[in-house]
């Protein structure tokens, strides 16, 4: 069946430290791919998205590396901020209209 | 512009009883989607709309049902409500209607008691 999987389910990096959060879909039709973070009492906030003619994308400080070969998707955070610890999670589009499939999450903890 | 406003934030309901919540998508969105997320099962796709029309379901019972009105609001319902329903209940809502960018509401947080 569908799913979306996180290897790592906590990371813990320090203040200024680059963060790499991965994650592995199953969908090899899959063609858009989404990472969110969300913060506790709050909905998921949307990162940067990629799609699967893409092997990478940059936004401010973060970048998203899709390898299809083996169905693998990263978040890399840039110099990473208080302010950057939540939960991420990524997100899978398998064609379905606007249906996506959410990984389980990984939370990012940051110590300043 | 503004975002997806849900209402209510929280809300208390008794085993048996029907909910509904709403969703006010972004304006100029016409896809809504509704998903639960609950600790045990992550966010798991409820349904999804698009001008009015139902476009995809996920593996819930037919006592989670939905519709999106002509401003594309939508609401989703509940009934018959079980423990287990306890949830954040999340709203996004999309410009188009396949592979775009979703857009996410504060949910609505349900506790059946």
């Known amino acids: 069946g569908e799913s979306v999987g996180l290897h790592l389910p906590t990371l813990s990096v320090q203040e200024g430290d680059n963060s790499i959060i991965n994650c592995a879909y199953s969908n090899s039709a899959s063609d858009y791919f989404i990472w969110y973070k969300q913060e506790s009492g709050k909905g998921p906030q949307f990162i940067i998205d990629?799609?699967?003619?893409?092997d990478k994308r940059q936004g401010q400080r973060v970048t998203v590396l899709l390898n299809k070969t083996v169905k693998h998707l990263s978040l890399q955070i840039a110099a990473t901020q208080p302010g950057d610890s939540a939960v991420y999670f990524c997100?899978?589009?398998?064609?379905?209209?606007?249906?996506?499939?959410f990984g389980t999450g990984t939370r990012l903890l940051v110590s300043p | 512009k503004a975002g997806v406003t849900q209402t209510p934030r929280y809300l208390i309901k008794t085993r048996g009883q029907q909910v509904t919540l709403s969703c006010s998508p972004i304006?100029?969105?016409?896809?809504v989607s509704w998903y639960q997320q609950t600790p045990g099962q992550g966010l798991q796709f409820l349904f999804e709309y698009f001008s009015e029309t139902q476009r995809n379901k996920g593996n819930f019972p037919g006592r989670f049902s939905g519709r999106q009105f002509s401003n594309s609001r939508s609401e989703m319902n509940v009934s018959t409500l079980e423990l287990g329903d306890s949830a954040l209940y999340l709203c996004?809502?999309?410009?188009?209607?396949?592979?775009?960018?979703?857009?996410f509401g504060q949910g609505t947080r349900l506790t059946v008691v």
């Open positions: 997100a899978e589009n398998p064609g379905d209209f606007q249906k996506l499939v």
């Open positions: 996004a809502s999309s410009f188009r209607d396949l592979g775009t960018e979703a857009f």
């Open positions: 990629i799609r699967s003619n893409m």
């Open positions: 304006s100029g969105h016409r896809s």
